[in-house]
DNA sequence: TATTACTATGCGGTTTTATGCAGGATTCAC
DNA sequence: GTGAATCCTGCATAAAACCGCATAGTAATA
């Protein structure tokens, strides 16, 4: 058999089955797995596929949803690399939805072995392709404006766990009225994070400093760190350092 | 022999068999096997076949693989359309992941009302735009190889609760060996998803059928539906009809 | 027919490719 | 942790491809 047919076969099969083994293809194909093993390189090479230990996956399985436009990527950005950065080996770390948390985990060191709860859906697919990092899909009802899971059935799950950090980006955060947002069921969500985690780190944009949402989520003494797209001696920030807040 | 004689007798031979190996050539036109790769290039050179390390294939078979974003499109979505009409407003639906539930789901009608409980981010952020459903996505550790939350959380929860209806894709499916799949921890949460369903059905692309994954899901008697991309008629489905399955 | 020019073919030697195997390292799953 | 599965690296080998060259065949033409 010609290496093209098998390479034709394999990807048959990945279509079919969103995944094969390399040793069911070595018995299938009746040749070794090291050539198995490199007709799956070559295939990953000319990305028409995605090998992993043992196999390979189908790439349009892989990542059926193409990211959209973000706003202020740039900034976010920043934010992410800062946050990176309070992440350790070993932690147990709480994150919520939104596109800075996102940005945040598409960042993420591969050699970085965290264990990862989150409340939304993206960030366990974007955290699919790490390979040090495990990813607990916290489940509960899929709430649709903000693309994580809400209700009791999280909150109550919060309450078993204590995870060492808890990374949220918020809608609103000022000096007067502490983290806010606009959404009561976000709202009952994040104090549950809040509370099941030991350090909580709140990831804003500098456009929305100062801004006051509906709702009180925590006041400021809650907050152990706060990052920003600023450079954290930017006197705009003067107060919530004055307020013991870690600026970033 | 004529040089013109020997390729139009390498042409036939790669339409009748799609593929030709030098060495077969030479000793079946008694020549040797540089004047057949010599021949081979040509060919390849005027684009009539494709030459490879060994001999040639045909043309369409070195074409269509760069195209193939998701595998048999078209099926699945035949089979999502059927699917759709086993549900009715003010159900509880279990689904499970893969390609064929997430066309179904993208393809369900807008004044459906019913609840979706699903084990994929996917299925729940491709839901996440239809107006009356509610998702409940179950949470667990999210398995990066098939993309949705497996593990003892999700099997605990699904014992607590009863569906009307669970719709599961397949990797195997055969008249002995009835519901199979490759990967533990899916037969383990599979399982669990039948047991907690009222009625079960199983999609199936028509390339599927009668193929036999490593392990036992269910057997067939326990399968009420099964949808393929073949008409319901169709003597291939002759085998699962006698079961008692209904086909669609 | 003989000459010439050109193409096609085969052959020997070398290089490249494909594949399998052994071992040790790494990773995974329980 | 620990054992098993998987992966990597280097190596050996055989098949295939490549290269240059000699020669056989072919065709056109004088």
Redesign the pocket.
């Known amino acids: 058999?010609?290496?093209k047919e098998?390479h034709a076969f394999i990807i048959k099969q990945i279509n079919l089955h969103n995944k094969v083994?390399?040793?069911d293809l070595a018995t299938a194909l009746?040749?070794?797995?090291?050539?198995?093993?490199?007709?799956?390189?070559e295939l990953d090479d000319s990305r028409q596929i995605v090998?992993?230990?043992?196999?390979a996956l189908s790439k349009s399985f892989h990542y059926p949803f193409q990211h959209t436009d973000i706003y202020a990527v740039d900034a976010k950005k920043a934010i992410a690399r800062k946050a990176i950065g309070l992440i350790k080996s070993g932690m147990m770390v709480l994150t919520g939805g939104g596109t800075t948390v996102l940005e945040m985990m598409q960042a993420l060191p591969q050699n970085l072995a965290v264990t990862v709860f989150t409340i939304s859906p993206l960030v366990a697919l974007q955290l699919a392709d790490h390979?040090?990092v495990t990813v607990i899909l916290i489940g509960g009802e899929f709430s649709k404006d903000s693309q994580v899971c809400v209700g009791s059935q999280v909150v109550n799950y919060l309450h078993e766990i204590k995870f060492d950090i808890c990374f949220l980006g918020t809608n609103g955060i000022s000096i007067a009225d502490g983290v806010t947002d606009s959404d009561l069921n976000i709202v009952h969500l994040k104090k549950a994070m809040i509370n099941a985690s030991n350090r909580l780190v709140i990831m804003c944009i500098s456009e929305k400093l100062n801004s006051v949402q509906r709702m009180n989520v925590c006041p400021l003494a809650k907050v152990d760190y706060l990052i920003t797209d600023l450079d954290p001696d930017n006197q705009v920030l003067d107060d919530y350092r004055e307020k013991g807040i870690q600026l970033y």
Chains 1, 2 share one sequence.
């Open positions: 058999m010609l290496k098998r083994l390399s040793a009746n040749v070794s797995e090291d050539t198995i093993r490199r007709d799956l390189m090998k992993v230990h043992g196999g390979p040090l």
